[in-house]
């Protein structure tokens, strides 16, 4: 089993241990209401204060207010609701106000949201300003004095969430010299990792979340500059001197009193120093492991803990999947964009070329990584890039590469191009090869040391290049049909002369039947026609639901399964650079991804044994696909570990 390394500290942290004791002592023992004036009461209180007290030191907020509340977003909205009030005040009052609200380019999408909602809500109409970066990520410093006098507002944050980037804090406030802008720093990613002296700044508001500092989630502070306006945003029962009503959560601030206790008294977190090492250690590991990376903000600016890098040719995805299934935890942006596709807008916001912002990997540990820990990722970190090189990934491939035979398929935005190779003769031709994957055809043919005979396009056959209708591409042989006019199928023959496989573009499924016996395997272009590949008889009959209702497993039910069935095959269909990183869970598999599916399939259908074939990948969608494919097939024993290995382990 692959042990976690957890490398994605930006996006949240592990408790610290002594933060979980002081939450379950503060509920076992300290669980007062800090309102009620008995003794229990007043012990929670005492709590309370003295976590108050802490934070005060760790912050350099002697005066001012300093509140404990759910997290950062609840903080901003404090901040930002604040702010507008007091200029709304102003207006109201026939005073001047700014008509900006100045925001940083790359702030946490919960700053812009806020304000918009916000100048919405209080309908005051105001004009929101976003300020640039420059290409190292820092705020430009001259259009923020440009703006200055007309600013009412002004949010920038002490360091980036994604690239780690570290503001250059005196900067703005020179350049807010003379303005009456309120001014809010997101000091999220600065606590416990760059010194904090709030008072003695200009700062009118900086709000901060535990969770990014190992206290749990659910907890977080706003500070307020003193004399700078507030609205509370949560009225009630008025606990924290009418600042933030609602009963306290205790187990929290006891916690995030643990993690400033950390933080002040030294030994827990690594020095900036001590945190500057560790991560030129991990640089040097991802340059061995990936060649012509490109870090995306100069270390020398950014938080010792966060490397945002992209490598040429390979997409946030793939990183992730081989990072992942190393058993290292790293992101694509943030967490928040993790799960969408787009391009970061922070890396677009500092003008770098499309390719990076869209293929992005964020590597960030907390300050109290050990060196064994970084260490033990770095060898993984070089396991991944070996991978990689091996799958035919990697611009320099090395030789002994696996060989690639038969069909494979590759993917485009849900259009499907083919490529059909040869691996006796290193032969192979590309089927509608599609621009966006010209570089990885390219890379993967180059580090096999395939030469390609033709790119095919089924709807045109100009590109055929022979007089005759059949090609032969060493062992194999590829016959090209005119279906009427407008299009082409290609198919691959069996030794036997008896077609395998249709690569068949977007034809219609009834005209290629009346050419082609059913067993042929249908390789469509477009993703909705098949998830994997379908025989021209299981495309003609439609889907069976009901043939897939027990396909799906969960570790306990494999464990039965693999012990009752020693024939059974496990079937790990990640790509192939997944499966050479990590394996599965300590169990034996082959690797046959989605992609080599229909190279595959043909022989799994042709078992006579019927033994069961159990299909396993990361998350459970892929194995899903692999097993459900099979049941259409009518292979009734296929499953699918649900969940994925992730749940397994
Ligand atoms: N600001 C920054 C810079 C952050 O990184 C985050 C969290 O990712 C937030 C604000 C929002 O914090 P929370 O989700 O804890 O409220």
Redo the contacts with the bound molecule.
Sequence with gaps: MTTEIYLDG??TTAVLPAALRAAVQAMEHCYGNPSSSHATGLKAKALLDGVRARARRVLGADRGRLMFNS????G?QTAVLSALCAIRERRVAGLPTGSLLVYGATE?K?VPESLAHWNRVLGLDLTLYKLPVGGDGRHDLAALRAVAPDAAFVCT?AAN?ETGIISDLDGIAAALDGSPALWMV?C??ALGKLPLRLAASRIDYAPF?G??LYAPKGI?LLYVREGAPFTPLMMGGGQEGAQRSGTENMAGIAALGAVLAAVEEGGTFRTAAELAALRDQVAAALRQALPGIVFNAPFEQALPTTINFSVPGLSSKELLDVFDAAGLRVSAG???SAAKAAPSYVLEAMDLPAWRSSSAVRLSFGPATDAATIAAACERIVRCGDALRLAGMLAEGIAGTAALDGPLQLTAAGVHTWLVCDAASRACVLIDPQPALAARVDTLLGSHGYRLVARLSTRDGASWPIDGDVLVLGARRLRRIALGSASLCYVLDNADGTPSHAFAGGAETAALAALLPPETLLCPGFEEQSACCTSLRVALAGQNASATADMHLDGQALDALLRAHPDALLVDVREAYEHAAGGVAGLSAVSVPLSRFAAHLPAWLGRADDAPLVFVCRSGNRSARAAECLRRHGYRHAYHLAGGVALAA
């Design positions: 930006n996006a997290g950062a977003t609840e901003i946490h919960a944050m969430n997101d999220v990613q979340s969770h990014k977080g943030s967490a928040c």
